[in-house]
């Protein structure tokens, strides 16, 4: 499976993860879970694709201290038009 078609499919994961809804979020140790056959940073690194075109947005836990990063849909993510 060539690279851009992991990363859609990363990001159709991310979508049902947060049930297609942009104020949920999951972590990324819930997502790496989800391709075992792929190295976690190596799926961190598309993560970061995804975040750098849009698709998805890394959300700031409220704990000040934590090991992990959680990510939310965005609306381009989800293919529909931004709202202001």
Known sequence: MPI???IKELLKVVAEMTSGNTERTVSDKLICRQFTKIPPHEVKNWLDVLCSE???KEVTPQHNVVDFKQYSITQKGLGL???N
């Open 4 to 6: 851009r078609e992991e």
């Open 54 to 56: 849009g698709l998805i």
């Open 81 to 83: 038009p931004a709202t």
